[in-house]
């Protein structure tokens, strides 16, 4: 038996053949000199300078995986357990630190794709007296019905504080690419006999929701229909439980460096 706890956690029991696959997500800012800034502590809200040269402040943040897929590279999907539903990740926990979301035995074989899957969030029906740790439900009723949800502020040098509060009900399919994922180039891949979990790590930034936002002709509507594209291209993949910086990464940072 292996008991992995956080705040999406959950216990997971091995079988015979294949192995079991947790998925995990964290949150960070966008990398800047090969490695990942602080932007706020933990449970603090999150600072950080937009390539518009606004100050944003996140004062709440949250974004919501409903359901997680592993595909096979024939094509097979396996639906893994979300442990206690929906799990609304809140961007204001430590950066980089991660949450268990989903996991399930599968079979041996080549996986090539992950499909998450972002939706509004509903809390859970919770057993309560059920035994288990669980992942902490919003305090803010905005957040229900919302796939990612965003309230905070921005402020150009000594000028005024501009408030906002930003959400998006879409539905956000995001499929990853594990077909080159495994150290040397291959598919993401479960053995017959594994002596440990398999695991994967879903990442998002949290800064990159306002790029090219002038907070002076500042439209929330405007803004709200690019979240969904936002969180789309900024998640992404890696094996284990650490953030793999990747050359999509680099080019991202060269952009938002220049940009500033």
């Not at 997500?25 to 600072?47: I, K, Q």
């Not at 919770?126 to 919003?138: C, G, L, N, S, V």
């Amino acid at each position: 038996m292996l008991a992995l706890q956080s705040g999406c956690g959950a216990l997971e029991q091995f079988e015979e053949g294949g192995a079991t696959v947790f998925v995990f997500a964290t949150h960070h800012a966008t990398p800047e000199n090969g490695s990942f800034p602080g932007r706020g502590e933990d449970s603090m809200p999150r600072v950080f300078d937009n390539d518009e040269g606004w100050t944003v402040t996140l004062l709440e943040a949250y974004v919501t995986i409903s359901s997680v897929t592993l595909v096979s590279c024939s094509g097979t999907e396996r639906d893994l357990n979300m442990f206690w539903g929906p799990c609304p990740e809140d961007l204001k926990d430590q950066d980089l630190d991660t949450l268990t979301v989903a996991g399930n035995r599968v079979g041996d074989g080549d996986y090539c794709t992950l499909r998450v899957t972002y939706a509004p969030y509903q809390t859970p029906v919770i057993d309560e007296d059920a035994d288990e740790t669980r992942h902490e439900t919003p305090s803010n009723p905005a957040v229900l019905g919302s796939t990612i949800y965003i309230r905070g502020g921005a402020q150009l040098g000594e000028g005024e504080f501009t408030q906002f509060e930003l959400s998006s009900s879409e539905t956000i399919v995001v499929d990853l690419d594990l077909s080159e994922l495994e150290g040397d180039g291959s598919p993401f891949n479960v053995a017959h006999r594994e002596d440990f979990p398999k695991e994967l790590l879903v990442s998002k930034t949290y800064d990159r929701f306002f790029d090219g936002v002038d907070f002076e002709s500042f439209s929330e509507s405007r803004v709200e229909a690019k979240l969904a594209d936002v969180l789309e291209a900024q998640t992404r993949v890696s094996l284990g439980t650490l953030v793999t910086m990747d050359d999509e990464m680099d080019d991202t940072e060269m952009e938002t460096t220049s940009g500033g």
